[in-house]
């Protein structure tokens, strides 16, 4: 679809030429301020930021993590509370005393594992600002070293038991975090992600098994040697931990004292978000998307129905996963994951998921990250971020990488859109047809598919579209991570940015971008919308002290105050 001529645009302001300015730039009308960076203290007892040093791991329990990502705002009675990821760290600056940011010591590995996790801060505005509310009783740090309940499947089976934890019911910890989810009976879902590179093994006789390589778990040394200080992450002393990652953790943001739970009926993969929505009949639905090359695009439908008021905490501990299959003809079905059809346990479906999807014929994607449902209509998207290895190599243990359906182009520099429409307007109903909404490209060096679709121009072009988000207006927000090289099959496109797009007419236009070499990642919007919040992730000019990059969440909104967009 292309931008129709007639119709006055929901777009209503000046798009954001593509620039490499190392700062944040937004349409004539809208400031910026920062809310909260790496490193800033939740807590009054806590010691201000050291940048010189990167701070210890008592300061860094009690401060803000690193490298912030997904995030949700959440009102409860006139007080917000704010839940964000922090994905995985910036090791040149939190280990600032140490040669080329690597972990030394014990206590390097504490304020590493401390900057992974969830922060959880009441937040306030004051004088038109918004600001951390410090020592506030909804203030918490979740980390690497968090207790969390495992329940679902995976709950209790030999996979999941290690050493200190003989049972199989109790976690530690959550890292790499990227995206998230948020349900409507008030939790924050955090997605962990890129699990697999914090495990090692210091016996050289170890051999890696094949269910574990297919996640990428190898026994290299960890990529922040917490091994170095912790032996739950050495493989060859427990061979299970890793079993016990790579789910999405539901929180409870309201109750500092909660034990978070991993969901692990919604599967083990490189999770990316957790898109809740309801179904006409009841059902929570969950899309879900393994951020890899040649992995699935998923869905989870809770066995029971959510109830307004009701106890709905249990929603997510049981249900069945489904794999998506786009057929060639812009159809597509969701294929069950069960024993009936994978032969596989309950259990080992959950702890093995792409093996079970694998098993019954799922399609390959170009690395699925976030997926977005539309408020207003019975319809989701999910970004297919680039994909270089297209029909060249499967992921380690996986399947042929066909460029077919919603993955067309062999080398995907770029990266698309897809979406699909359930049948019968119901998001648990087995089919769906499917369009690719956009393809991103470069109008200005190609003028074949790498060119894009009709609704890219030289004007609003970009890369790597990977946070996805609809407002409650139902506009579609489209974040990126991509090149920011500004040259080459890149030329004219500037740094990471965020664009929104009007799903109906199929227009798009720059909204943001963002400062030199960061990603552009997550988003929250106020309750009363005047606000949008976004992540800003691991920026490497000088933004935002003019000195020391720090990743930080900004807070956009309109010099008039009005609602954004
Ligand atoms: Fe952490 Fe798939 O992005
Ligand atoms: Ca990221
Ligand atoms: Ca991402
Ligand atoms: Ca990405």
Redesign the pocket.
């Known amino acids: 679809a292309v931008a129709a001529n007639h119709k006055p645009t929901r777009l209503a302001f000046d798009m954001v030429k593509a620039t490499t300015a190392d700062t944040i730039t937004l349409p004539k009308g809208y400031k910026w301020d920062v809310l909260v960076s790496w490193g800033d203290p939740l807590w009054s007892n806590a010691p201000t930021l050291n940048t010189a040093t990167g701070g210890t791991g008592a300061s860094q329990e009690l401060a803000f993590g690193d490298n912030n990502?997904g995030m949700a705002f959440f009102n409860a009675n006139g007080r917000y509370v704010m839940a964000i990821n922090n994905?995985y760290v910036n090791p040149k600056t939190l280990h600032a005393n140490r040669e080329d940011g690597v972990p030394m010591t014990a206590d390097d590995v504490r304020k590493n594992k401390a900057a992974h996790g969830v922060s959880i801060m009441e937040v306030a505005k004051r004088g038109g600002k918004w600001n951390v509310v410090q020592d506030s009783m909804y203030n918490r740090r979740i980390t690497a070293d968090t207790e969390m309940e495992i329940t679902g499947p995976a709950r209790g089976h030999d996979l999941v038991k290690t050493s200190a934890d003989p049972e199989g019911v109790l976690a530690k910890g959550t890292w790499?975090n990227?995206?998230q989810g948020q349900t409507p009976w008030g939790t924050y879902l955090t997605c962990e992600?890129?699990f697999n590179s914090y495990f090692a093994a210091s016996d050289g006789s170890y051999k890696v098994p094949a269910e574990l390589k297919r996640y990428g778990v190898s026994a290299k040394t960890g990529r922040y040697k917490w091994e170095m200080a912790d032996e739950r992450f050495d493989l060859s002393k427990e061979p299970n931990e890793p079993n016990r990652f790579g789910y999405i953790v539901e929180i409870d943001p309201m109750n500092p004292n909660a034990r978070p739970k991993k969901r692990t009926a919604l599967g083990r993969f490189?999770h990316?978000n957790a898109e809740v929505t309801i179904a006409a009949n009841g059902h929570v639905v969950v899309y879900l998307g393994d951020?890899e090359r040649g992995e699935f695009l998923y869905r989870f439908v809770s066995k029971g129905k959510y109830q307004v008021g009701g106890d709905n905490s249990e929603l997510l501990s049981e249900g069945t996963l489904y794999v998506a299959k786009f057929h060639e003809n812009n159809k597509g079905e969701w294929l069950a994951l069960t024993p009936e059809t994978t032969g596989m346990t309950e259990a080992d479906i959950a702890i093995h998921t792409r093996l079970a999807a694998s098993k019954v014929g799922a399609t390959t994607m170009d690395?699925p990250?976030w997926v977005a449902a539309n408020p207003n209509k019975v319809e989701a998207y999910c970004c297919l971020?680039n994909n270089k290895n297209r029909g060249v190599k499967p992921n380690a243990g996986g399947d042929e990488t066909p460029a077919v359906g919603p993955n067309p182009r062999v080398k995907n520099k770029f990266g698309q859109i897809v979406r699909w429409e359930p049948m019968n307007e119901d998001h648990t109903a087995a089919k769906f047809d499917w369009d690719l909404f956009v393809l991103a490209g470069n109008p200005a060096v190609f003028d074949d598919a790498y060119a894009g679709s009709a609704n890219v121009n030289k004007d609003n072009m970009f890369n790597s579209p990977?946070g996805l988000k609809f407002d409650r207006n139902g506009l579609l927000w489209i974040q990126t991570?991509g090149n920011y090289s500004n040259e080459g099959d890149f030329a004219g496109q500037g740094n990471n940015q965020m664009l929104v797009a009007d799903t109906e007419t199929g227009e798009i236009k720059r909204f943001m971008v963002g400062p030199t070499k960061c990603e552009v990642?997550g988003a929250a919007w106020s309750a009363d919308h005047t606000t949008m919040f976004v992540s800003i992730q691991h920026p490497g000019g000088t933004w935002p002290t003019g000195s020391t990059p720090l990743s930080s969440v900004i807070a956009i909104s309109r010099e008039d105050g009005e609602m954004i967009v």
């Open positions: 990502d994905e790499n990227c995206g992600e890129n490189k990316e951020d690395r990250e971020t990977d991570d990642t």
